[in-house]
């Protein structure tokens, strides 16, 4: 008897349904090596080089961004308040995600809670929810279905750190209360990882060590700051590791075992994230540049957006440094993008239906990128991106290939010379474009290699 229940119990442990583990419970970790996703299940993402970031929660109310309660020292139980007001009656996800396909977007992250604790989706483990508070709407849901209606990937950002804990300000102090919002983050994250069917990338905020109250909180000159982190370690929060992000993600990796993960969760995940900025060319790492449309993450009324020359260089840099580019819009208080910022996303999926070919599925190279030019290619394929014209001639280092035709994509015509060191690109003044001229190459064989200079 107590042989076969013993048996019992092992086959209950080893069935598959038990590998996933409950709530409360600690996961196995996985590996370190078996937590980063082999490079053919990024193809799609990499392959993708568009998505649209969205920063969306109760900040949209006051309108000036979602670090409003931080930066204006807003006490949490009159910040909870937005909550009570936060009913956006012409949020319509399906809308969004059309948006996004029309700027040529690939893929969606949303914001499903920010360092405020905002949740736009339903948590058990707290209250502080869109679903408990006056939208009664789980938006996180209503998002995946239509973004995957629209064919796009889903994507997740999810703060771990969060500003209504004391113990994230004094970690040393409140350190039981550190673990509480630490047990949030794995609550939430599993909510998150298993209810809502397939989720593609998860974009972590906030979840390394030195963001834990930004290493700890002092009163300094007068006020309560954050930590310096360039002060000297001692000065720092001592109490490390926290969060644990290899256990965190291997409870990912357990519930969705192909979704792309960010490096911002204390461990360095499947891409890196340089922020409002470009990031270096790199072909081994691979990473997404996130950047406002609009100057803010979350909403800020009426603020411009980038131009359309803007953002199409900002798209080409990204690409020919093999980046991928996370182009964020904050909707209002409704839930709606301002219509300048439509129209400019229209605007770039209207360029990206020219001349998509020189973005999508390519890999940035074979040529160096400078700050006006850069180069993408795909099999036999080399797409020139000309940004500016410094010279009028565009010289080039020679490649181990012939090229046997070359197109003005965005004009009429270009001159290209091949000679054995090096490749001579001209175009005339009229058929250059000010937004940016896409010469085309076609090589005698793929390209396989990178000129040395
Ligand atoms: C930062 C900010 C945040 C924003 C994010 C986007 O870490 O804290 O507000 O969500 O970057 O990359």
């Not at 291997?250 to 993960?261: A, Y």
């Not at 993450?297 to 131009?307: C, E, K, R, V």
């Not at 003005?408 to 009229?430: F, Y």
Request: glycine share 8%; net charge neutral.
């Amino acid at each position: 008897m107590q042989f076969k229940t013993s048996v019992l119990l092992v086959l209950i442990i080893l069935s598959p349904l038990n590998l996933v583990p409950t709530r409360g419970e600690d996961s196995k970790a996985l590996s370190k090596a078996s937590l980063t996703l082999p490079p053919e299940d990024l193809q799609w993402w990499r392959e993708a080089r568009f998505g649209m970031f969205v920063h969306w929660g109760v900040y949209a109310i006051p309108g000036r961004g979602e670090w409003v309660m931080w930066n204006e020292r807003i006490p949490f139980r009159e910040y909870s308040k937005l909550a009570d007001r936060f009913n956006p009656r012409k949020f319509d996800a399906s809308r969004w995600a059309a948006i996004a396909k029309s700027a040529g977007m690939k893929y969606m992250v949303v914001t499903t809670k920010h360092h405020d604790g905002f949740c736009l989706f339903d948590s058990e483990v707290s209250n502080f929810t869109s679903t408990k508070t006056a939208a009664r709407r789980d938006f996180i849901a209503e998002y995946v279905k239509a973004a995957r209606q629209a064919g796009l990937g889903v994507g997740f950002y999810y703060s771990p750190l969060d500003w209504r804990f004391p113990g994230f300000f004094f970690p040393d102090l409140y350190r039981e209360n550190a673990e509480a919002m630490k047990q949030q983050t794995y609550d939430q994250i599993r909510e998150l990882m298993s209810r809502y069917g397939k989720i593609d990338i998860l974009w972590y905020d906030g979840g390394e060590d030195d963001w834990l109250g930004f290493g700890g909180i002092e009163y300094r000159d007068g006020k309560w700051q954050s930590r310096d982190t360039k002060w000297p370690q001692e000065k720092r929060y001592s109490g490390k590791p926290l969060w644990e992000p290899e256990k965190l993600n291997g409870m990912v990796r357990q519930l969705q075992p192909k979704i792309i993960i960010n490096d911002r969760s204390g461990w360095k995940g499947d891409f890196s994230t340089p922020e409002m900025k470009v990031g270096e060319m790199n072909r081994e790492r691979p990473w997404e540049t996130c950047y406002t449309l609009a100057g803010s993450w979350g909403w800020t009324p009426g603020n411009p957006p980038l131009s359309l020359r803007e953002s199409i260089h900002l798209l080409s840099k990204v690409v020919c440094r093999d980046g991928n580019l996370l182009l964020n819009v904050g909707p209002d208080p409704e839930g709606e993008i301002e219509a300048g910022q439509v129209e400019r996303l229209q605007e770039i999926g209207q360029w990206l239906g020219k001349y998509g070919e020189c973005i999508y599925k390519t890999r940035g190279g074979p040529f160096q990128p400078t700050a006006s030019f850069g180069s993408t290619y795909s099999q036999e394929r080399v797409y020139l991106h000309i940004l500016d014209w410094p010279e009028n001639t565009l010289i080039l280092p020679g490649i181990p290939h012939k090229i046997i035709s070359s197109t003005n994509l965005t004009g009429k015509e270009a001159q290209v010379s091949q000679t054995g060191g090096s490749i001579k690109v001209t175009v005339s003044v009229q058929d250059r474009q000010s937004m940016i001229t896409i010469v085309k190459l076609v090589l005698d064989a793929p390209v396989d290699v990178y000129p040395s200079k």
